[in-house]
């Protein structure tokens, strides 16, 4: 059987370099080629996340990486602010609930595109913290981060700003310093092309200060010791890490062409559904969203009036196509369609032509 190609954001379609690392020998981790893959990912995924502090990688998922930020950075009874506009941004609040800090969530519909004055307006001089969410991939919605850390900082300038990149990063722009971010977290599965497996916390200068030993495993203080030396403080998911090499090395060197060319990719989807009428879900204050707010990482559309999702996902599933369905409130909604992972040129015009075959089968030409 042909397996199934994923147009879903997340996991997604490995870089050829990735399968190519991941075929050859187990490596051992405490040796000196391990120890230099382990440094040169470090300092390439510093380069990415632009930032002069460092970047950990962990054995998790990605939220494996927001947890541990939460828990290196901030201390039970801490208060904390988080706009929750999707399922990951409200990740967040639980993930920071979890750990006993005292969470002030702003509810917003789920799609919506965060206001930073609105952000702004609810710090207060006690706010310790403020979580927010790049690309909410749970809408495709890009929200204007260095906007509302900006407006946030200066009505507190001590707060730490943390956010999750983990579907901007590869797709969108990213400059952790430059955008006034603290910390910033994103995984393996998404923008750069591997497998599930690796999570990349990021800390700035003042992150770094800030940061205190918390938990056994997921322990930012502990990781930072060993990772220093080019070691992970437990086994690490070294193949991955091997892998994660390769495409770095590929990919840091043409990061804007790559970036346009994602963004381009992202764009087709969006002209093709909006040709057969869909409406997009990124919305700002309840109408569609300008497309500068549409994450590179994936499209998102409601689904069309009679259209069950179930039936829009076979008819994909029936040319060799997964897509991906709404999550919490949006679930039977939307659907979602990306181009994250590796679509060669050809690759990405089989697609195209594939989803506007399914538009015209349920909604006619
Ligand atoms: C995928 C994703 C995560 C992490 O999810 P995991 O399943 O833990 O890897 C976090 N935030 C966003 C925006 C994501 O897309």
Redesign the pocket.
């Given at each position: 059987m042909r397996r199934e190609v994923l147009l879903t954001?997340?996991p997604v379609e490995l870089h050829p370099r990735a399968r190519l690392s991941l075929s050859g020998p187990q490596l051992h981790h405490r040796t000196e080629p391990a120890r230099e893959a382990f440094l040169a990912v470090r300092e390439g995924l510093r380069s990415a996340f632009g930032t002069a502090g460092e970047v950990l990688l962990l054995t998790a998922?990605?939220?494996?990486g927001?947890e541990a930020a939460v828990r290196g950075l901030f201390s039970p009874g801490d208060r904390v602010l988080v706009p929750v506009s999707g399922k990951?941004s409200e990740?967040w609040a639980e993930i920071a609930e979890a750990a006993g800090l005292l969470v002030d969530r702003i509810e917003l519909p789920w799609g919506e595109v965060l206001d930073p004055e609105a952000v702004a307006a609810r710090v207060g001089d006690g706010t310790r913290g403020l979580f927010l969410?790049h690309?909410?991939?749970s809408t495709g919605v890009l929200n204007p981060v260095a906007e509302t850390v900006r407006a946030a900082k200066a009505k507190n300038p001590d707060l730490f700003a943390v956010a999750?990149v983990?579907?901007s990063l590869f797709l969108a722009p990213v400059a952790m310093d430059a955008m006034g971010l603290d910390a910033a977290v994103a995984?393996s599965?998404?923008g750069l092309m591997l497998p599930?497996g690796l999570a990349f916390v990021a800390l700035g200068e003042r992150a770094l200060s800030a940061l205190r030993p918390a938990g056994y495993y997921l322990n930012l203080a502990r990781e930072l010791e060993s990772q220093q030396k080019g070691e992970g403080a437990y086994t690490p998911a070294i193949n991955l890490v091997l892998a994660a090499r390769e495409v770095l090395a590929v990919l840091l060197p043409v990061l804007d062409e790559h970036l346009a060319e994602k963004r381009g990719q992202n764009e087709r989807l969006y002209a093709l559904g909006e040709r057969y009428g869909l409406r997009p879900v990124p919305a700002q204050g309840g109408s569609p969203a300008p497309p500068e707010f549409r994450s590179p990482a994936t499209a998102a559309f409601y689904l069309p009036e009679g259209v069950a999702y179930r039936d829009l996902a076979g008819a994909f599933l029936r040319r060799g196509y997964r897509i991906a369905g709404g999550q919490g409130p949006l679930k039977g909604r939307i659907f979602r369609i990306s181009f994250m992972g590796y679509f060669a040129p050809e690759e990405v015009e089989r697609a195209i032509s594939a989803f506007a075959a399914v538009l015209e089968e349920l909604l006619g030409p």
């Open positions: 954001p997340g998922s990605g939220t494996g927001m990951f990740r969410t690309s909410e991939t999750d983990v579907t995984g599965q998404k599930p």
